[in-house]
């Protein structure tokens, strides 16, 4: 396993208590996340695969997965979960220690909620995917998921208004129970600022959806291509 790394992993220590916790969002996503990729071929990055909670899922649309992970403790987990000719390798997604366009995918599942600098992790995404490949962001929603909503037990979201303020924010009194938020906070980047990100780093969007029957949806999938450079 190759190490290149700069601490803190904030994860480190919380691996156990958060693949019991994720355990069952995992297996929600797992559908839409195959209807979002598709079958493909080649290799796929998973960037920020924590405990390797969706190593099957990518594996099962005939890719081969390399798990990209900041937090050791998140990697101890997902070791047991490769398969063979997968690979591990601990770094920071903001820095990854690839060449240029080795990759056919990247998926980036939940990341954003966890970098302080979101749209650096999507440029480096997107260098190292192979023009015409496809990265897949599905994750934290920005606009009903975020330090800004108020989750009601009813279904209802209520949106403050820390909605503009991208980057990181301590827990907020609306957040709710303990979780993982609760622990380490939570990172934001509005829509604009989004959409905006991937459009600069190269990516075309082809495909959108707000997966789950949630009447206010609270996650999203993008599909983007790599555009041909001069395209
Ligand atoms: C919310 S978890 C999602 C894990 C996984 N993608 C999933 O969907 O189950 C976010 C993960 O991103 C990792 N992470 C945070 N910052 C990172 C960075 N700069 N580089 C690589 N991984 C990072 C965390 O350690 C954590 O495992």
Known sequence: MTRILKPPARYDGLADWYDEQNA???????????????QGV?????????????????????????GLEYSADQLRLARPRTACGEALVQADAATLPFADEVFTTVAVLWLSTDVDDFTSVLREAARVLRPGGVLAYYGAHPCFNGPHTEARDDGRRIIHPTYRTAGPHPPAPWWGKDGIRQRLGMRHLPLADLLNSLTAAGLSITQAAEPRNDPVPWVLALRAEKRPQNA
């Open 24 to 38: 069952a969002a995992a297996d929600a996503n797992r559908s839409p996340l195959m209807d979002l990729l598709g």
């Open 42 to 66: 080649g290799l796929c990055l998973d960037l920020g695969c924590g405990t390797g909670q969706n190593l099957q899922t990518l594996r099962a649309t005939g890719r081969t997965v390399i």
